[in-house]
């Protein structure tokens, strides 16, 4: 199983950024996935998550800024991400697990959002 998420770089304040998750090797469409971020001298953190009914289960410090959609036709999934602010940098892991709050087994290598002027 792989899981290779892309999309990131530098964003403006206010600006907006659609990150990637491909899944390689593991049935989306039976699974959940969800997005992390980890930023430089913090602890992980959990974002969003999307269970494989459709049902969403989101932090509520992104709420309203941030969202989370599949296409598993495509084995994708992306995370929309509105609003970006400065305390948004940080190295952002997609990670699928069978039911959001449950353990995440298979983990993408993260990819980096800078949020500056």
């Known amino acids: 199983v792989q899981l290779q998420a892309s999309g990131g770089g530098l964003v403006q304040p206010g600006g907006s950024l659609r990150l990637s998750c491909a899944v390689f090797?593991?049935?989306?469409?039976?699974?959940?996935i969800g997005w992390f971020r980890q930023a430089p001298g913090k602890e992980r953190e959990g974002l969003i998550c999307?269970?494989?009914?459709?049902?969403?289960d989101v932090s509520d410090f992104v709420k309203g800024r941030f969202s989370i959609s599949r296409d598993n036709a495509k084995s994708t999934a992306y995370l929309q991400m509105n609003n970006l602010k400065p305390e948004d940098t940080a190295v952002y892991y997609c990670?699928?697990?069978?039911?959001?709050?449950?353990?995440?087994?298979?983990w993408g290598q993260g990819t980096l959002v800078t949020v500056s002027s």
């Open positions: 990670a699928t697990t069978p039911i959001c709050a449950y353990e995440y087994y298979y």
């Open positions: 090797g593991l049935p989306l469409d039976s699974n959940a």
């Open positions: 999307s269970n494989y009914d459709g049902r969403t």
